[in-house]
């Protein structure tokens, strides 16, 4: 009796070895995509740290030795935002991510809510997924009753995914976006 399987071994390991392939490939792409987002995480959390700082950073001193803080975010501040932010990622194309920064700040009774916005190539915002004013009731109030500012900076920008590539999906980037919100001083 003869055996007639010639050549499975070769169709077999044909699927292991593309099955092999693509495990790798997909290993390497969330390992990479996990790099960038970290990268994003800590420009979010840096940009909004140095917002907060609006007693060191953005203040004026007044003739008498006092300083006045401006606790609002100007397009200014936003435009400083962005340099730091290319410099942070590595990235000296400002139009290869987005960036946006908010504010949510009280004057007695009266809310004041600033957001500037940078689109990437001016084809995709950047969104966070809870917009600021939706965290109202995080915002703390000192013994005298004054409410403390709250700021947010989202930064998003898009990444080759090299999975999609491989498996030749019409769609072949992931977008990324790193939202870090703090009280202000």
């Known amino acids: 009796m003869k055996n007639k399987q010639h050549g499975v071994l070769a169709i077999e390991m044909a699927f292991v070895l593309f099955f092999l392939c693509a495990l790798l490939i997909f290993t390497g792409d969330i390992a990479y995509q996990l790099l960038n987002r970290v990268n994003l995480d800590r420009t979010s959390y840096s940009l909004v740290n140095i917002l907060k700082e609006r007693t060191r950073f953005f203040s004026t001193q007044n003739v008498d030795g006092s300083r006045t803080v401006r606790y609002a975010v100007s397009q200014k501040d936003a435009d400083d935002m962005e340099t730091l932010a290319a410099r942070l ?60 500012p709250l700021y947010q900076v989202t930064v998003c920008y898009r990444i080759d995914s090299w999975f999609s590539r491989f498996m030749g999906s019409n769609n072949q980037q992931a977008y990324l976006h790193s939202s870090s919100a703090i009280v202000g001083r």
């Open 89 to 148: 990622l590595d990235r000296p194309d400002t139009g290869t991510f987005g960036l946006r920064v908010e504010s949510l700040r009280y004057n007695g009774s009266t809310e004041y809510y600033d957001r500037y916005t940078k689109s990437m190539n001016n084809t995709l915002e950047c969104d966070p997924d809870d917009a600021l004013t939706s965290h109202r009731n995080l915002v703390p109030l000192s013994t005298s009753g004054k409410a403390a």
